[in-house]
């Protein structure tokens, strides 16, 4: 940043309505005496006159009324300080203005408490110096001596986000006569007293004041560990003793406002969109998350938004394509492969057209029957069942077929039906929520009638939910046509990949060979009689 923009920056804080000086690059300020700007923000003609004498000088913001803010420094590389510490008092999830310092510390901005004796304070927790009446900060764009800068972190700049008050729990830790209140935790008479005698000095239950001293209280109530019951009782006491009182009715809504707003507070809006995001899957945009959190309101909002941002930097997360707001969330599991111990038996499965002579079937294997309509895949697949329901336990889940149907189709084989022993289901959609992971799962068919490059992954869904058993998967085919609808997609996850047309099935994917001979597009000709019974005059060829 050049001199001038520094200059810029430091007439846009005045502007804001802080109290801007000009600090040396030893921190100290050029002023011998700036005491009176902690009662009046100096002119625009007097920064104007210091940064012509000192063009190095950085932007100092006096802390305290005068500006209406305080400051929180945080510098991690104090030999006292403690991480666990600065989020005890300082969530991840905080969503205030931010300065990130040249030498990796942070530097929060708060809301000044009105009418608090908070001064420029000693350290009094490792690592972290609050700033408030009588003390500075120093401001974004400065640059220290070595040249090393200050700036906004991503998103949490004055323009991007408003002032917040202090954390409650600090903000105990800082005054006194608040933390006194938490003291008197075991009789509510004692509380109250306590309260009576800091309501001066702390806060105002006047006319114009009542509903903010309302919640100020019952944050420090809230934070303080006290039940909600015990709460209500003081709350009420101070709302008839205001000037003037609340009616009992109305007193009633502000006590209710006020102990929500309290709650609100103590949310942590980072670690609760880490937790939703860990198991969101596909692809989401900030607003399923608002809603998901519940998240309301215009801070809780931006507060989602501040998380976001910081799981993308970290690469938590990714963006789907040019679309703004639109993410997933970034999968670095991965289970090792134990080739070693692993026992390679495939599964003792009979096929129509005596595919098993070809090709070997493995648990966990995805194959796929793609046809042309009135091409046999139903009785393909009732074949398969009929032949393996002895040794295996199959579940048919069939989109097509309902109970009259399917008795009659079963009733074509000349097996008397009692003597079926599977499970069919009827099933149209979501066939992931209901794969058997250790079973025979035939899926009779996957129903796609638009935007078919979904397949794909409607198969891979289907895939993970396997675990030593295999999925069968009818898919349509087009007349003509060399793949399933999904075209290459459907062939990413199978291991056998076989298409049907009227009297001609081919393998056309086929990872698993039985013997050293490559059945990769070999066919076989067959008639079908009686819808349930396959004649071939040869065996495969090409």
């Given at each position: 940043?050049?001199?001038?923009?520094?200059?810029?920056?430091?007439?846009?804080?005045r502007?804001?309505?802080?109290?801007?000086?000009?600090?040396?690059?030893?921190?100290?300020?050029?002023?011998?005496?700036?005491?009176?700007?902690?009662?009046?923000?100096?002119t625009?003609?007097?920064?104007?006159?210091?940064?012509?004498?000192?063009?190095?000088?950085?932007?100092?913001?006096?802390?305290?009324?005068?500006?209406?803010?305080?400051?929180v420094?945080?510098?991690?590389?104090?030999?006292?300080?403690?991480?666990?510490?600065?989020?005890?008092?300082?969530?991840?999830?905080?969503?205030?203005?931010?300065?990130?310092?040249?030498?990796?510390?942070?530097?929060?901005?708060?809301?000044?408490?009105?009418?608090?004796?908070?001064?420029?304070?000693?350290?009094?927790?490792?690592?972290?110096?609050?700033?408030?009446?009588?003390?500075?900060?120093?401001?974004?764009?400065?640059?220290?001596?070595?040249?090393?800068?200050y700036?906004?972190?991503?998103?949490?700049?004055?323009?991007?986000?408003?002032?917040?008050?202090?954390?409650?729990?600090?903000?105990?830790?800082?005054?006194?006569?608040?933390?006194?209140?938490r003291?008197?935790?075991?009789?509510?008479?004692?509380?109250?007293?306590?309260?009576?005698?800091?309501?001066?000095?702390?806060?105002?239950?006047?006319?114009g004041?009542?509903?903010?001293?309302?919640?100020?209280?019952?944050?420090?109530?809230?934070?303080?560990?006290?039940?909600?019951?015990?709460?209500?009782?003081?709350?009420?006491?101070?709302?008839?003793?205001?000037?003037?009182?609340?009616?009992?009715?109305?007193?009633?809504?502000?006590?209710?406002?006020?102990?929500?707003?309290?709650?609100?507070?103590?949310?942590?809006?980072?670690?609760?969109?880490?937790?939703?995001?860990?198991?969101?899957?596909?692809?989401?945009?900030?607003?399923?998350?608002?809603?998901?959190?519940?998240?309301?309101?215009?801070?809780?909002?931006?507060?989602?938004?501040?998380?976001?941002h910081?799981?993308?930097k970290?690469?938590n997360i990714?963006?789907h394509?040019?679309?703004?707001?639109?993410?997933?969330?970034?999968?670095?599991?991965?289970?090792?492969?134990?080739?070693?111990?692993v026992?390679?038996?495939?599964?003792?499965?009979?096929?129509?057209?005596?595919?098993?002579?070809?090709?070997?079937?493995?648990?966990?294997?995805?194959?796929?029957?793609?046809?042309?309509?009135?091409?046999?895949?139903?009785?393909?697949?009732?074949n398969?069942?009929?032949?393996?329901?002895?040794?295996?336990?199959?579940?048919?889940?069939?989109?097509?077929?309902?109970?009259?149907?399917?008795?009659?189709?079963?009733?074509?084989?000349?097996?008397?039906?009692?003597?079926?022993?599977?499970?069919?289901?009827?099933?149209?959609?979501?066939?992931?929520?209901?794969?058997?992971?250790?079973?025979?799962?035939?899926?009779?068919?996957?129903?796609?009638?638009?935007?078919?490059y979904?397949?794909?992954?409607?198969?891979?869904e289907?895939?993970?939910?396997?675990?030593?058993?295999?999925?069968?998967?009818?898919?349509?085919?087009?007349?003509?046509?060399?793949?399933?609808?999904?075209?290459?997609?459907?062939?990413?996850?199978?291991?056998?990949?076989?298409?049907?047309?009227?009297?001609?099935?081919?393998?056309?994917?086929?990872?698993?060979?039985?013997?050293?001979?490559?059945?990769?597009?070999?066919?076989?000709?067959?008639?079908?009689?009686?819808?349930?019974?396959?004649?071939?005059?040869?065996?495969?060829?090409?």
């Amino acid at each position: 940043m050049t001199d001038s923009s520094i200059l810029k920056a430091a007439l846009g804080y005045r502007a804001k309505g802080f109290s801007v000086i000009p600090i040396r690059g030893n921190k100290k300020p050029f002023l011998d005496s700036w005491k009176e700007y902690q009662e009046r923000r100096a002119t625009e003609n007097e920064i104007r006159e210091w940064w012509n004498q000192y063009p190095s000088a950085m932007i100092g913001i006096v802390t305290g009324p005068v500006s209406g803010i305080c400051a929180v420094d945080i510098d991690r590389y104090a030999q006292d300080y403690n991480e666990a510490t600065e989020f005890e008092y300082f969530p991840d999830g905080l969503v205030t203005p931010t300065c990130e310092t040249p030498r990796g510390g942070t530097h929060l901005y708060f809301k000044f408490p009105e009418d608090s004796p908070l001064t420029i304070n000693a350290r009094g927790l490792p690592g972290i110096d609050f700033r408030g009446d009588g003390g500075y900060i120093i401001a974004p764009p400065s640059k220290n001596g070595t040249g090393r800068g200050y700036r906004w972190a991503e998103g949490l700049s004055l323009d991007d986000v408003q002032l917040q008050p202090l954390p409650m729990l600090y903000s105990n830790y800082l005054n006194t006569s608040i933390r006194s209140i938490r003291r008197c935790s075991n009789d509510i008479t004692e509380r109250f007293q306590a309260l009576q005698n800091v309501t001066d000095a702390t806060v105002s239950f006047k006319q114009g004041k009542r509903d903010d001293s309302l919640f100020h209280v019952a944050n420090c109530l809230i934070k303080g560990g006290m039940s909600e019951g015990d709460a209500r009782y003081i709350l009420d006491i101070l709302a008839h003793n205001c000037s003037p009182p609340f009616s009992p009715q109305e007193a009633q809504v502000k006590i209710d406002s006020a102990l929500q707003r309290a709650k609100r507070r103590e949310r942590n809006i980072q670690k609760e969109v880490e937790e939703w995001v860990s198991v969101t899957t596909g692809y989401w945009n900030v607003t399923e998350c608002c809603q998901a959190l519940q998240c309301v309101t215009k801070e809780e909002k931006t507060a989602v938004r501040v998380a976001v941002h910081r799981l993308y930097k970290a690469e938590n997360i990714e963006k789907h394509g040019s679309r703004n707001g639109v993410y997933r969330t970034v999968d670095t599991q991965c289970e090792d492969i134990d080739f070693r111990s692993v026992i390679e038996t495939p599964l003792d499965i009979k096929w129509p057209f005596r595919i098993e002579e070809l090709v070997q079937i493995m648990p966990g294997n995805i194959v796929i029957v793609a046809d042309e309509p009135n091409a046999g895949k139903t009785a393909f697949l009732l074949n398969l069942v009929k032949e393996n329901m002895s040794r295996h336990e199959i579940y048919y889940f069939s989109s097509e077929m309902g109970a009259m149907e399917m008795k009659k189709r079963l009733s074509k084989f000349e097996m008397p039906l009692e003597q079926w022993r599977f499970h069919p289901k009827e099933r149209t959609s979501n066939f992931a929520d209901v794969i058997k992971p250790n079973a025979i799962n035939v899926i009779d068919f996957l129903e796609v009638y638009d935007e078919f490059y979904k397949i794909g992954g409607l198969i891979k869904e289907i895939y993970d939910k396997l675990n030593n058993g295999i999925a069968v998967i009818a898919i349509q085919k087009n007349k003509g046509a060399d793949y399933g609808l999904g075209g290459g997609r459907g062939l990413e996850k199978a291991r056998l990949y076989l298409t049907m047309e009227p009297g001609k099935a081919r393998i056309v994917k086929a990872k698993n060979w039985k013997t050293f001979e490559n059945p990769n597009g070999m066919i076989i000709d067959f008639k079908l009689a009686q819808g349930c019974k396959f004649f071939t005059d040869k065996g495969w060829h090409r």
